[in-house]
């Protein structure tokens, strides 16, 4: 290989780190919150500045207007409770409103008694989360006649929502108009939200059905790391948008996005997720914005306006998903329940093509060895069977090079400063051993995409949160928690905090394994002739193995077991190849050909 394909390969892989580092260092700014924006005209606010659409029917109410309702009668007012085999938690009689709910299978922390995963909160706690359903009020009705985020409901049947037994609420709005909604779950993370009216009164109405998604803040946890989507997320006839927190809209200048035939929309977290689901026949409108007064994000579906004569009713029916990211639990709710494209609400990123497909070998891997860190070796053993081939090539041609290395410094040297020469003398020297410099570069390149695609399954994915591998690897998802700090647990004070600079210093075992198997690795490869590059390759693997000391565990498994598969691929292939590693030897001339029977 050649001082410029070195070049090629140290400027990639440099490049490929420092955007990494700078985006980790440096994320995007925070937009500046404006207090003195005003609410849009088009809406209307509820007393905790909920946000809520009108009807379009012709002469319409232009808006709702707020109730007198207080946070703390939201607190106090009464409650269903929530209990499924995945969900806990409860829904408030103001307003209907889904805005208590945690996640029964997923802990804080892998601690002893750490708490489960709070997903939904009401008005009044730290961060008020929730989903809300209502009626928007159109011809010959006030925004008094509809029910709203303040509205009281009473149970009409049931009094625990369970997978087994739905409850339904109704509200009589005095008027002539009844309005009910029946909502129910399933085992997993659905819920099925269906809204009814019924005009008993003398005269034409119009209203529209809506479901408001809302978030008092950006989320306490917030990751703002660029590999990873956080905020609001849509689908609208097969076109994904993901909208960051920083890119809200203001409330005054909202979009109102047709739904031709089926979508869905809401928040997404780093593995929770809560989604608005309308019906496919009803016809919808999402919208998604900021009330940047009161730094409420939220995003709206609603539906088509509705048309009823005295003595008719009529009702609509929304999903609402609200849980955790299981992949094989969004599959079915794509494949079996027909929301159309629901597990690219996953952030596969631009190379799904490859997060997509590795993902799924990862989690079938996983299901028949049941340990997700021997699963990502045996991925790594299946990918290095794809690409050899390829390295076959590549790997006789670097040894070719090392062995040749002895002739290339003498034509350097012989050459002195003309760079002509000396390129004429190579290429002369490569077309008469038959070596193509280049191809050993194109394994180490394909590297680059794969290995950010496992980073990337690895950051984002569910499946590794809290995945245990052996011993100490209790979080494949986090870095090694040994450390060299405290000699790996036997002294007794702990090791540094995670992220500090003391924790990128004293690094745990598995980068230490990292930066001896890259070293092992780098061996078999022929060295530059130039003393400088000579120096940066030889340091290379040390700067890794500090740099992603702070990476996930899983991610340095798969380097691990990258780098050995390489190092035994090539040194078998060279050996058959008749050339012999010499590992431990002159790193300029650790190859020799075997001795030929034949020669004296």
């Known amino acids: 290989m050649d001082d410029q394909n070195k070049n090629l390969i140290l400027a990639t892989a440099l490049s490929f780190l420092v955007i990494m580092t700078w985006f980790v260092l440096f994320p995007p700014p925070e937009q500046p919150v404006d207090p003195n924006a005003p609410a849009t005209s088009e809406t209307a606010e509820t007393s905790d500045g909920v946000t809520t659409p009108t009807a379009d029917a012709t002469g319409a109410g232009a808006t709702d207007t707020a109730s007198e309702a207080t946070e703390a009668a939201a607190v106090d007012a009464p409650r269903l409770q929530i209990d499924t085999p995945s969900l806990k938690g409860s829904l408030s009689l103001q307003g209907g409103r889904i805005d208590q709910l945690s996640l029964k299978n997923y802990r804080q922390t892998l601690a002893p008694g750490s708490d489960i995963v709070q997903l939904l909160q009401p008005v009044g706690a730290d961060a008020p989360y929730y989903a809300l359903f209502g009626w928007a009020p159109g011809n010959g009705l006030t925004a008094e006649q509809v029910p709203n985020a303040n509205t009281i409901w009473q149970v009409d049947s049931g009094d625990t929502l369970t997978p087994d037994t739905p409850v339904t609420l109704i509200w009589d709005n005095g008027n002539g108009q009844i309005f009910r909604r029946q909502i129910s779950v399933d085992a997993d993370f659905m819920f099925d939200i269906t809204q009814s009216v019924e005009n008993t009164g003398d005269g ?9 998604l809302a978030r008092h803040g950006e989320p306490v946890d917030l990751k703002n790391f660029f590999i990873l989507h956080e905020g609001g997320i849509r689908m609208v006839d097969g076109e994904l948008t993901e909208t960051d927190y920083d890119d809200f809209d ?85 494949n079996d329940a027909g929301v159309e494209g629901f597990l690219d609400s996953i952030d596969w990123g631009w190379f799904f093509f490859l997060t997509k497909p590795i993902f799924w070998l ?168 130039d003393p400088t590059q000579q120096m940066i390759f030889a340091w290379m693997p040390w700067v890794f193995m500090f740099m992603l000391g702070s990476f996930a565990s899983g991610l340095v498994v798969y380097w691990i077991a990258n780098n050995m598969i390489t190092f035994s691929q090539q040194y078998l ?21 075997k001795a030929n029977p034949d020669d004296k």
């Open 573 to 593: 292939i060279m050996r058959s190849q008749g050339y012999k590693p010499d590992v431990f030897g002159n790193i300029r001339s650790g190859f020799k050909r």
């Open 362 to 529: 990862l989690h079938n891997l996983n299901a028949l060895i049941g340990n997700m860190g021997w699963s990502i070796i045996a991925l790594t053993l299946i990918i290095k069977a794809v690409l050899l081939p390829l390295a076959f090539k590549s790997y006789v041609s670097m040894a070719k090079m090392k062995e040749l290395q002895p002739q290339m410094e003498k034509i350097k040297e012989s050459a002195g400063d003309d760079r002509q020469a000396l390129q004429k003398e190579m290429m002369a020297l490569y077309k008469k051993e038959k070596v193509n410099p280049a191809s050993g570069c194109l394994p180490i390149l394909l590297q680059i995409p794969i290995f950010f695609s496992l980073y990337k399954v690895i950051f984002v994915t569910l499946e590794l949160r809290h995945a245990p591998w052996i011993g100490w690897i209790k979080d494949l998802s986090a870095p090694d928690p040994s450390t060299i700090y405290n000699l790996w647990g036997i002294f007794p004070w702990d090791g540094p905090e995670p992220g500090s600079i003391l924790a990128l210093i004293f690094i745990g075992i598995l980068p230490l394994i990292l930066g001896i198997s890259m070293w092992l690795q780098q061996k078999l490869n022929p060295a530059p002739t």
């Open 204 to 212: 034409n109405l119009s209203l529209a059905p809506y479901g408001i």
């Open 250 to 334: 203001p409330a005054n200048a909202l979009e109102e996005i047709p739904v031709t035939q089926n979508g869905w929309t809401g928040f997404t977290d780093h593995y929770w997720m809560t989604t608005l689901i309308p019906a496919d026949d009803v016809g919808a409108k999402f919208s998604t914005f900021r009330d940047t007064r009161r730094n409420i994000f939220q995003t709206n579906a609603k539906l088509s306006t509705q048309s009823l004569a005295p003595g008719q009713s009529v009702s609509v029916n929304t999903r609402l998903f609200a849980g955790a990211k299981e992949w094989e639990t969004i599959r079915n709710y794509q």
